[in-house]
C-alpha cells in the first residue's frame, strides 16, 4: 500500500521557499578546459595527504595521553612531533600553492578561532549532557537525548533569529559578541549541575547555552558570503564551517581524557573497593544497577565531579570565545 508521510508538507513548504527566494549563480565556463592534472590539483593532494595524518596523529596524542600512556611515554611524545611536523609541513604546502586570495587573513584567523571555540564547546555539552542526564535523572539513552532537546531548540531558533537578523542590518559582530557572553554564563551554570539539580535549572541552563550557541553558528560564515568575491566565498566559506567542526573533534577527544582520569583518580581515592572497569563496563544508564548500594552515594558523586571536570573544558572553549571581540565590520 502507498503511504504518504505525515511530515512530507514541512519537507517540501521549506524547499519551495528555498527554491523560491534563492538565486542561483550562472556557471561561466573556462576559457580553456581544465587539463586532468589541474583538475587533480584543485583537489589539494599533498596537502590532505599530510594533513589527515596531522589529525590523526594529534587525535590519538590527546586520546591516549594519560589514560592510556603517561605523558611521557615515547609513543605520546612521537605522536606530538610528528603531528608538529605535519602541520608544518601543510602550513608551508598552502603558503607555495597556488596564486593568493583576496582574503583577510587577520579576520579570518579570528572568525576561525571563535569557530574552533565555539565547536568545541558546543559538542562537548552535546556529548556529556546526555550522559548526565542517563546518570543522575534515570533516563534511557533515547530519554537523555529528548531531554537534551531544550539545549538544541534553542539553538535553532537564535540561529534563525540572528541569521534574518544580521541579514536585515548588515552587522554580524553583535551577534558574535553576544554569543560569547551568553554561551559562557550558560556554560558556567551547567558547571553547577548536582546530583538532584531540578527540572527548572538544567532545562533553562541548557536553553541560556543554545541561545547563545545559535547567536554564533552563522555569524562567522555570513561575512564570507558577503563580502568576499564569488571565486573566494567557497574558501571563505569552508575554512568557518571546517574550524567549527575541528573543534569539536579535537576538545571531546580532551573531555573524554580528562573525564576517565578524574574518575579513576576519585574512585580510587574515595571508594577503592569499586574498580573503575566496572563503572566503565556499566555506563550511565546502568550505574545505579550495577554498583553495590552501600558504594552507590560515594561513586555518584564521583562521577558527577568527573562529568564536572567535562563540562570545564567546555567552559573554558566557552570562554576562549572571546576572540571574538576581535572581529571588525566590513
Not at 536585515?168 to 557572553?181: C, E, K, N, Q, R
Request: proline letters at 5%.
Amino acid at each position: 500500500m502507498f503511504t504518504v508521510p505525515v511530515d512530507l508538507p514541512f519537507t517540501l513548504l521549506p524547499l519551495k521557499l528555498f527554491y523560491r527566494g534563492f538565486k542561483f549563480q550562472a556557471q561561466v565556463a573556462p576559457e580553456t578546459p581544465l587539463t586532468l592534472r589541474k583538475r587533480v590539483q584543485r583537489f589539494d593532494p599533498w596537502g590532505t595527504l599530510i594533513f589527515i595524518p596531522a589529525i590523526v596523529s594529534v587525535l590519538l596524542t590527546l586520546q591516549w595521553g594519560g589514560s592510556k600512556y603517561a605523558w611521557d611515554n615515547g609513543r605520546i611524545i612521537a605522536l606530538f612531533v610528528l603531528f608538529r611536523i605535519l602541520i608544518t609541513a601543510f602550513v608551508g604546502i598552502q603558503k607555495c600553492d597556488g596564486p593568493a586570495s583576496d582574503l583577510d587573513e587577520t579576520q579570518h584567523l579570528v572568525r576561525g578561532w571563535f569557530s574552533l571555540a565555539l565547536g568545541a564547546s558546543f559538542f562537548v555539552f552535546v556529548y556529556y549532557l546526555p550522559i548526565w542526564l542517563q546518570a543522575f535523572k534515570v533516563t534511557s539513552v533515547v530519554k537523555s537525548g529528548l531531554d537534551n532537546l531544550p539545549m538544541l531548540l534553542a539553538l535553532v531558533l537564535s540561529t534563525i533569529t540572528c541569521g534574518v537578523l544580521i541579514t536585515m542590518f548588515g552587522y554580524y559582530t553583535p551577534a558574535i559578541w553576544l554569543s560569547t557572553v551568553l554561551m559562557t554564563v550558560g556554560a558556567g551554570l551547567i558547571l553547577t549541575f548536582k546530583l538532584n539539580t531540578g527540572h527548572a535549572k538544567w532545562i533553562g541552563y541548557q536553553v541560556l547555552y543554545g541561545f547563545g550557541l545559535g547567536c554564533g553558528a552563522r555569524a562567522p560564515v555570513m561575512p564570507a558570503q558577503t563580502v568576499l568575491e564569488l571565486k573566494d566565498v567557497p574558501i571563505g566559506t569552508s575554512i568557518q564551517i571546517f574550524m567549527q567542526t575541528l573543534g569539536g573533534a579535537l576538545f571531546i577527544s580532551v573531555a573524554q581524557n580528562v573525564f576517565q582520569n578524574k574518575l579513576i583518580a576519585g574512585l580510587a581515592a574515595r571508594v577503592p573497593e569499586v574498580p573503575a572497569e566496572l563503572i566503565f563496563a556499566a555506563g550511565a544508564t546502568n550505574l545505579k544497577s550495577d554498583v553495590d548500594p552501600q558504594f552507590l552515594p560515594a561513586v555518584l558523586e564521583v562521577y558527577n565531579a568527573a562529568l564536572a571536570s567535562a563540562f570545564q573544558v567546555g567552559v573554558a572553549m566557552a570562554g576562549v570565545s572571546i576572540v571574538g571581540y576581535g572581529v571588525e565590520e566590513r
